[in-house]
């Protein structure tokens, strides 16, 4: 047996997330392991910007960086896609919510996906189509998405980056399986799912394989119904869950983030999966005092952001074709009411968008959405999650980048992985920036908000 040097503070602070309880041989092998295993790399800031965007943004939810220098950047508030050149000087328009281009971008969120060589396709759900785009800028063919029933997994954000792997086949987060159904004409609901399935698509043949299953955020839903056929839905949150993390790589590779220890598989196009070690990580242990500041915080933001969302909703939230109205106690698009509540009417008959606030008759029932409740801190991990929701990206050279739930003085730290598992690099985005997208040749994208407007930021990795 290999002589080791054991610190027992050192070797409890790198204990799993819910630690239990060891035998004398477990022990020992653990020690071992954590003896050989990689070190810590230190935090280091990102090298220095080197352009910014003299316009302002809505918002730069994905950029991707051409081969000539140029970058494409979805403005998913302005609802614009714009193609910027080299230094973030100027930009052209190249699809908006007016006539103005003759390229139409929705009246929802959309995505932006490297294609085959230097395209991208640009994906509308609500017309579900992906228009392709070439290095120029210029709006090609346009192609059916391949699922209709999942074109809104194809925006990314906290569902993950889709992409392309090197056999041209569409890799995503499919949706995860939650169907209610009527049973004497009131709605029952079923188990919320705790896990989905990261699949990818032949858009030639249509033919769809699973390549992993990852856990997902799981809460609590329950619904009740007065005699007036006013139905009451009532959701627990639980904002600090763990949840596993998936990237689509530049060769083509899927990588799963396991969240309980912190380690990667690497899934090959050919379905080959490999596990790495466990990745270090500077867990932190989180007390009973912890616990609440952290539900209270997220109360706070929450709230606003579900206050923020139902004021922009307003009236139709099913889209065309859609049957959900949302509003206010007044009617569609009114303010909300005291105490936060949302009425909800949905047409059980399915034809059409049913008034919100309107009378439950003719098959249409009401459903009053109550502020949002929150689990009680004993329900919250015991340790930190490594990381939340949509944490992992592929760069452009190789390597998978994970925003970890460290922050040092308001700026965000990422977990740098090469292509063999490894740990190389700890980076520490200046504080208050979010990461866009990448470029070959270690170029990073980040958008910065002044309070004003949000800006586009280019640096260099080191």
């Not at 996906?113 to 709006?139: C, E, H, N, R, W």
């Not at 949150?237 to 763990?242: D, G, W």
């Not at 040749?441 to 640096?459: H, Q, T």
Request: charged fraction near 20%.
């Amino acid at each position: 047996m290999p002589s080791v040097s054991f610190s027992p503070t050192a070797f409890m602070n790198r204990m799993l997330p819910k630690p239990a309880a060891f035998t004398p041989l477990a022990l020992i092998a653990l020690v071992i392991a954590d003896a050989g295993a990689q070190q810590l790399p230190p935090v280091r800031p990102l090298g220095a910007v080197v352009a910014v965007s003299k316009d302002g943004l809505g918002a730069a939810s994905a950029a991707r960086q051409l081969p000539n220098g140029k970058v494409l950047v979805n403005d998913i508030n302005e609802r614009k896609l714009m193609l910027f050149d080299a230094d973030l000087s100027t930009f052209t328009v190249i699809a908006d919510s007016t006539a103005a281009t003759g390229n139409a971008y929705s009246s929802r969120a959309a995505g932006l996906i490297p294609y085959s060589g230097d395209s991208t396709l640009f994906v509308d759900p609500q017309s579900l189509s992906m228009m392709l785009i070439d290095p120029a800028g210029k709006m090609g063919r346009i192609m059916s998405v391949p699922r209709p029933q999942e074109a809104n997994q194809l925006i990314g954000g906290p569902n993950g980056t889709p992409g392309f792997d090197g056999q041209g086949r569409l890799v995503y987060r499919a949706a995860p399986v939650f169907r209610p159904s009527f049973v004497n004409g009131q709605i029952k609901l079923p188990e919320m799912p705790d896990s989905a399935v990261i699949v990818r698509v032949d858009l030639a043949t249509r033919k769809l394989d699973t390549l992993a299953t990852v856990k997902i955020s799981k809460q609590k839903i329950n619904m009740s119904q007065d005699e007036n056929g006013r139905m009451t839905v009532t959701t627990m949150l639980n904002p600090l869950q763990q949840v596993d993390d998936w990237a689509l790589l530049s060769d083509g590779r899927v990588a799963v983030l396991r969240a309980r220890d912190y380690h990667v598989e690497f899934v090959s196009p050919d379905g080959k999966v490999t596990a790495t070690p466990k990745i270090p990580f500077d867990w932190q242990r989180m007390n009973d005092s912890a616990k609440t500041a952290f539900l209270d915080s997220s109360k706070v933001v929450m709230e606003k952001m579900r206050t923020e969302a139902t004021a922009r909703l307003g009236a139709t939230a099913g889209g065309p074709g859609g049957n959900v109205t949302i509003g206010g106690a007044g009617g569609p698009g009114g303010a909300m009411p005291a105490g936060g509540a949302m009425v909800f009417s949905m047409r059980m008959d399915g034809e059409g968008p049913a008034r919100a606030g309107a009378p439950a008759q003719g098959g249409q029932q009401q459903i009053a959405i109550p502020p949002l409740n929150f689990v009680q801190p004993s329900e919250l991990p015991d340790y930190m999650p490594p990381f939340q929701a949509g944490a992992a990206r592929g760069d452009a050279d190789g390597n998978l980048w994970v925003r970890t739930s460290k922050n040092v003085n308001g700026g965000p730290v990422y977990d740098v992985i090469n292509a063999k598992g490894e740990l190389v690099d700890r980076v520490q985005l200046p504080p208050y920036r979010f990461l866009a997208g990448f470029g070959a040749g270690g170029w990073v994208y980040m958008s910065v908000s002044d309070g004003k407007a949000v800006r586009l930021e280019k640096a260099k990795l080191r």
